[in-house]
């Protein structure tokens, strides 16, 4: 019974990404959401709406073979170089062909400068053939970047081995599904909220049973993690409609509207972005939680779900601070020039806080946090339920009584051992081994004593 409870409940979850999908452009203007932002995020593009199709900048690879001069000039008051660089050109039909490229001014103090060896990228700004005038774009930071990947990989196999292989082919896998599916529909003009919840019931369960098994705790998290999406995805609707938010906060939404014009919804895609930002953490507290119920109630067989829940809650209370203060701190370090932005005394704190790109960075580390913290208590009280039934059906088996009895139980499969400290679920399961010794001592088992 409680196995075809949940996987309804899996599909209803499932299945609302899709039927907000399917739902008539007409009906959006009919519920509670039927403002006109809400009518304008998911109204079907008109021709006028098309981006914009200016031809695509042509960026080529080089390498610095020599500094030919730099040059120091001033600038809005401040001093600036300017490199002059040859650069060998490393693919294409040209490729070995050496060129001279000016870099952009750069402050002298913390600017960016290039020596030989330096990997960049190099667009022509006129002129044509020999008289061809190069500009240097950027450093090219592909190398390093995949020395890192690699070396987080490498990290990952090491440490959890082929747990750490099926995480590796989660990841992968969530990113195909993100970069193949969801941000091709929304770049053709989907409704990003939409895309964004189908992209992730698509993620999830691939996800959770590739990285934990097929296993009763792996459903019940799946469960709750997509019951604390749906909390978010509303809560986010809810606070960026409530701060008044646009959506249009940096240089990249600007690229964005200036690219796609109208047929992209940049509110719409803000909320996408906080709906896909919580998903990784969301697999991280709902197994934890359900791993930490599934093991006090082997543990404990005399508990009822009401006592589990409350146990698991322990737990859960214990992993809610860690996770509310990291998460905290994550976003303090991302948005570090923000807060710098506190400190000026020359302007109200509330204006400051007013600015869009300030609030929407306070409105994402919000609604993401309290999001994760509705997850907790949610996949708690799921997996008490639902894991009931299969606890209910394992029995203790003989064990010695006296002294011998903590060492049966210690060399018991089914029995997790509660000598090494564990925080708050070692004290759980201490607790349980200590009133069910007291029951014994007293000349009651625990089933006598719940009956």
């Known amino acids: 019974m409680r196995t075809r409870f949940l996987g309804a409940l899996l599909a209803l979850l499932l299945l609302m990404p899709l039927g907000v999908a399917a739902a008539p452009a007409g009906?959006?203007?009919?519920?509670?959401?039927g403002s006109a932002p809400y009518a304008a995020a998911v109204a079907e593009p008109t021709a006028a709406d098309a981006p914009i199709t200016d031809p695509v900048e042509v960026l080529l690879p080089a390498t610095v073979v020599y500094v030919v001069e730099e040059q120091?000039?001033?600038l809005l008051g401040e001093a600036q170089r300017i490199q002059r660089l040859e650069l060998r050109l490393t693919t294409g039909q040209r490729r070995g062909e050496v060129i001279t490229a000016l870099t952009a001014a750069s402050p002298v103090e913390g600017g960016v400068t290039y020596g030989v060896g330096d990997r960049v990228y190099v667009r022509q700004v006129g002129g044509s053939g020999d008289g061809a005038q190069w500009e240097v774009a950027s450093r090219d930071r592909s190398v390093s970047l995949g020395i890192l990947a690699l070396l987080f990989v490498v990290v990952v196999l090491a440490v959890a081995q082929m747990h750490g292989v099926r995480a590796l082919l989660a990841l992968g896998l969530s990113f195909v599904i993100i970069l193949a599916y969801v941000v091709p529909r929304v770049a053709a003009g989907a409704t990003p909220v939409a895309s964004a919840l189908i992209g992730c019931g698509l993620t999830m369960p691939l996800s959770y049973y590739l990285s934990h098994g097929l296993r009763r705790k792996t459903t019940v998290a799946l469960a709750g993690?997509?019951?604390g999406l749906l909390f978010t995805g509303l809560l986010a609707e809810g606070a960026i409609s409530l701060v008044g938010l646009t959506g249009i906060s940096g240089d990249e939404t600007a690229f964005v509207s200036a690219i796609y014009g109208a047929s992209i919804n940049l509110r719409a895609l803000l909320m996408a972005g906080m709906i896909i930002g919580v998903l990784g953490v969301l697999d991280d507290v709902s197994v934890a939680q359900a791993a930490t119920v599934e093991q006090i109630a082997s543990a404990n067989p005399a508990l009822r779900r009401r006592e589990l829940f409350i146990r698991g809650m322990?737990?859960?209370?214990?992993?809610?601070?860690?996770m509310v203060n990291t998460l905290m701190l994550v976003y303090a370090g991302t948005s570090l020039g923000l807060l710098l932005l506190l400190t000026d005394q020359s302007l109200p704190l509330g204006y400051v806080?007013?600015?869009?790109?300030?609030?929407?960075?306070?409105?994402?580390?919000?609604?993401?946090?309290t999001g994760l913290v509705l997850t907790v208590p949610i996949t708690t009280g799921l997996a008490a339920a639902l894991l009931l039934g299969r606890r209910r059906g394992t029995s203790e088996p003989n064990l010695p009584e006296g002294d011998d009895h903590g060492a049966a139980l210690a060399e018991a499969d089914w029995w997790p051992s509660t000598a090494a400290p564990g925080g708050a679920l070692s004290d759980s399961l201490a607790d349980g081994e200590a009133e069910a010794s007291a029951e014994r001592d007293n000349g009651a088992t625990p089933a006598a004593h719940d009956a």
């Open 27 to 33: 009906s959006a203007a009919s519920g509670p959401a």
């Open 72 to 74: 120091q000039l001033e």
């Open 225 to 227: 993690s997509l019951a």
């Open 314 to 322: 322990a737990v859960g209370k214990d992993h809610i601070s860690s």
């Open 353 to 369: 806080l007013s600015q869009e790109l300030v609030a929407e960075e306070l409105v994402r580390m919000l609604v993401t946090s």
